[in-house]
């Protein structure tokens, strides 16, 4: 549901109903026979069992119920490689495909990096359901946000404190003190930063909603 938000473009709805067509059904064949073997006396990860027990006809719809869901998964990949062929076809402009009710279809898709230009005002549960309904969407003048600025030393921290872990978990002392240091450096580094922040102003939203 939320792909084209995230992405940009809607999935493909043909191949989308095949693969839950499939899950479905082959959920029901694979595993409601293992529940009344369960109840015949089967244990989970059996390795033989007795022909004469008459289970092998249960577990034969098992097993075909496991082979619809390996074509189920196969109709979500081709879904995902035509969806992405055809992604220019299938381009959401609105931002809102699904007539949502939530705010984060208010916004454009996928949604800017600041994410709303104004700050919506909420006083319902369905605020954006509540706008379209009552015709007052976006009536106020922009204002300038102020956001922070990117920096790669968040991920950079991210990356030695895992080292680091891993180096104590093995006893990889060099390895541990230098994702250590790493890590301090880091820190005091964006300590230092002075321009942290960046402004967009009333006139940049202005141009950047207006192209959407």
């Known amino acids: 549901m939320r792909f084209p938000k995230i992405f940009g473009f809607k999935l493909n709805e043909k191949y989308g109903e095949y693969a839950a067509y499939c899950w479905n059904l082959g959920f029901l064949l694979a595993f409601i026979p293992l529940y009344i073997l369960g109840l015949m006396g089967a244990t989970r990860r059996l390795d033989h069992y007795d022909a004469a027990s ?8 098992a097993a075909v119920g496991v082979a619809v869901i390996f074509v189920g998964i196969a109709f979500q990949a ?6 992405i062929k055809q ?14 009710r939530t705010l984060e279809w208010s916004t454009a898709s996928p949604p800017p990096f600041y994410n ?6 909420v006083t319902t549960r369905d605020a954006f359901w509540t706008m379209k309904q009552s015709k007052q969407l976006e009536k106020e003048p922009y204002e300038d946000i102020h956001m922070p600025k990117n920096t790669p030393l968040g991920l950079f921290i991210g990356l030695l404190s895992f080292t680091f872990a891993f180096a104590i978990i093995w006893f990889i002392w060099w390895l541990a003190i230098a994702s ?14 002075t321009h942290t922040e960046v402004t967009i102003t009333a006139a940049q939203l202005e141009t950047m909603e207006a192209a959407r």
């Open 180 to 193: 250590l240091i790493g890590i301090v450096a880091a820190i005091i580094a964006r300590l230092f930063e």
């Open 87 to 100: 992604r220019k076809q299938n381009r959401d402009t609105t931002g809102d495909p699904w007539n949502g």
């Open 78 to 83: 081709l879904q995902i490689w035509v969806s």
């Open 54 to 61: 008459g289970w092998r006809p249960l577990f034969i719809i």
């Open 116 to 121: 709303f230009a104004r700050i919506p005002d």
